[in-house]
């Protein structure tokens, strides 16, 4: 290696550390996640919405929660409204905080819930002492300026860092199944939450096919991924932009899920089978709202998830040997794909 190139190693291996991790980062979670609640302020005592939000839009960036019943929001609480992602054991910390600009657009469910989108109108991430933080700013501000984004999304520099925030929180990833009149089809996707009171809400990119074949189907079946499936589910990932699949020529067996019969994999721990209720266009994405019809689980291994890079860096603090090692099995899950960012 040559002189200015020592020096360039020196200098990024002072500025980043051992943070230099991809964006979308796999690892290895049961279901429920317990490491990440998610805390809303603004409305007297935190209330703890871990269960009842989701992102559903990454350009304009918008997270939609659900208020219950005796949550009433007030025309003055929106922009007083924050998120805060908190490691749930040892010191508790904030590791991350969005903070809200006011509603958009609002939803009644069944049973009194009220769905409210919000857009972001600050954020901050705590995973990372702030110099390293803005070094990687800058380095990803400066790698868009090179490149087109490969998640094909424009997005402001606070719609970036909010989303950043909102992958503090492990999101698994999941196979859609669904028929269609082409045929059916079977999907990975991890821009998702649970709404509460059996509904659940996911977001699918306007860009690719797969999310006006969700609208055309109205019921979907979606599949939790092993951890040793990660691979595969990458794979799958260029069935987004597909009307169908032949069901025989997948790498893997299926069978036909318990109410809508759509084939869903064998090796699924868990298969929730829902009707879609309200679709909103929100910009990059179309976000779904939908009610479980039937949840049933096959087993509880360890199940895969993303994670944003600053989160794996401030969970492995400390431990270099397992964060290498770590790196190496994202780098081996996503074999013979390319290199992803999020969102998904």
Known sequence: MSIIGQCRKVIKKLMFGDTLLPQAFTIGLTEPQGEITVWLHGMGLPIDVTRRHSMACADPFT????????????????????????????????????????????????????????????????CLPKTRIWAHYLLHRYSLWRKVDSAG??????????????????????????????????????????????????ALKNSRLAARLVERAGRVALSDVPLSETSLAYRLGVNHGKAAVDWSE????????????????????????????????????????????????????????????FYQSWRLKGHREELAASLADDLYNKRGTPHSSLPL
């Open 63 to 126: 997270v939609c929660i659900a208020f219950d019943e005796k949550e009433k929001l007030t025309e003055t609480e929106p922009g007083r409204l924050s998120l805060k992602f908190c490691e749930r054991d040892g010191q508790r910390r904030v590791l991350g905080k969005i903070s809200l600009n006011g509603k958009r657009t609002t939803d009644m469910l069944q049973g009194g819930s009220q769905l409210v989108l919000f857009e972001a109108r600050s954020s901050a991430n705590y």
């Open 153 to 202: 999304i424009k997005m402001s520099f606070l719609e970036r860092r909010a989303v950043m925030v909102m992958f503090i929180r492990p999101h698994p990833v999941v196979l859609v199944s669904l028929d269609s009149e082409a045929g059916g089809n079977i999907f990975p996707m991890n821009i998702m939450g649970d709404l509460g009171q059996n509904y659940f809400a996911f």
């Open 250 to 309: 997948l790498p893997f067996a299926t069978k036909a899920s318990a109410t809508f019969k759509v084939r869903v994999p064998v090796f699924a721990n868990r298969v929730r089978e829902m009707e879609i209720e309200k679709i909103h266009n929100l910009g990059s994405h179309t976000f779904f709202v939908a009610r479980i019809i039937h949840d049933e689980r096959f087993a509880e291994g360890v199940g895969l998830c993303i994670v944003h890079g």
